[in-house]
């Protein structure tokens, strides 16, 4: 099972709340995509369950929590759908008054619970109106906003900040066993504190070839080498899924470039281990900001399906020709 870095204070909430019997019956779990809300949820799970209340991993409940056998544990089961209708929380709610079997509680999970829709949120809210005092509910969300007002006012928030870089930088010695200083940093600064963002850079070799064919086509940019919007097109074409993360990085860089220009410091910078090119990019490209803004533009047309590669070369003709 995967050790849990970070959201201490989260965890105490819950073992807290056993020992005080003030368990609240429903729980609404809301953070980022990626900050490790499933596994946090895993451990409240355990938690609740746990023979001894401590999340044990030693005890029939918490393996059986583990392996996804602990048979009071009920889930919605929202894989590929866009919306969690009526339909799945009368499924969900069905035994609701049938005794937990194995434990004390039943622990109802709706994940996605930006998904509900307005019916299904009635319906939950109804049954959460007198709810038998084993049953605890979770709903996760990374889109809190999305909730109902009625929703939201009715469940007990834990929410999952960013989490610091004294603590990510643990995770990623430990667990993913990288030691090379240049990237942990770098890790750090575009990660902004999430757990997800690190642990698929750590696996994504891709992301890393795209950064430095992005790298060679920025220096050409600098160097005013109308060469860099073929290469561009290349690159697009050549990744055609990965244009999110072409894209990503490349802000990255020149959101980099305009900090560097205004501010002539060098510690708010994300890409830490590249600050030759910032530096060189500084001096060459006058107009860091307007490049920014056209790739900032590219990002928004490219939701309404305009042609990405064409923005991108429109922002980037932009700033060879400049003076
Ligand atoms: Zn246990």
Redesign the pocket.
Same mark, same amino acid.
């Given at each position: 099972m995967a050790n849990i870095y970070g959201y201490d204070k989260q965890k105490e909430y819950i073992k807290n709340a056993l020992n005080n019997a003030s368990l609240s019956h429903f729980y609404i779990v809301s953070g980022e995509v990626g900050c490790g809300k499933k596994e946090l949820l895993n451990h409240f799970v355990?938690t609740i369950? $746990?023979?001894?209340h401590?999340?044990?991993?030693? $005890?029939s409940?918490?393996?059986k929590v583990e392996s996804g056998n602990a048979v009071d544990v009920i889930r919605v089961s929202t894989s590929n759908k866009k919306t969690i209708g009526t339909k799945d929380i009368r499924t969900l709610l069905d035994d609701l008054y049938v005794r937990p079997v194995e434990g004390e509680y039943k622990i109802y999970i709706i994940d996605a619970g930006e998904r509900l829709t307005t019916e299904a949120s009635n319906t939950l809210l109804k049954a959460l109106e007198e709810p038998p005092t084993y049953a605890v509910f979770f709903l996760l969300t990374s889109n809190k906003e999305k909730l109902l007002d009625t929703v939201l006012s009715r469940g007990t928030q834990i929410y999952l900040p960013p989490l610091s870089d004294n603590i990510l930088e643990t995770y990623i010695r430990k667990e993913l066993k990288i030691f090379d200083d240049d990237k942990i940093e770098f890790l750090l600064n575009y990660s902004s504190g999430n757990i997800g963002v690190v642990k698929n850079l750590s696996l994504d070799d891709k992301f890393f070839y795209l950064r430095e064919e992005l790298i060679k086509i920025l220096e050409q940019l600098g160097d005013k080498d109308a060469r860099c919007l073929q290469s561009i097109k290349i690159l697009f074409e050549e990744n055609k899924e990965y244009h999110d993360d072409i894209l990503k990085i490349m802000l990255s860089f020149i959101r980099d470039l305009v900090y560097f220009q205004n501010t002539n410091d060098d510690e708010g910078l994300i890409n830490t281990d590249k600050m030759y090119l910032i530096k060189s990019l500084s001096d060459k490209i006058k107009n860091a900001f307007n490049l920014y803004d056209g790739i900032l533009e590219s990002i928004k047309l490219k939701d309404r399906n305009v042609n990405v590669i064409m923005t991108v070369k429109v922002a980037f003709m932009n700033a060879l020709s400049e003076e």
């Open positions: 355990k369950l $746990c023979e001894s401590e999340a044990c991993n030693r $005890c409940a918490c393996m």
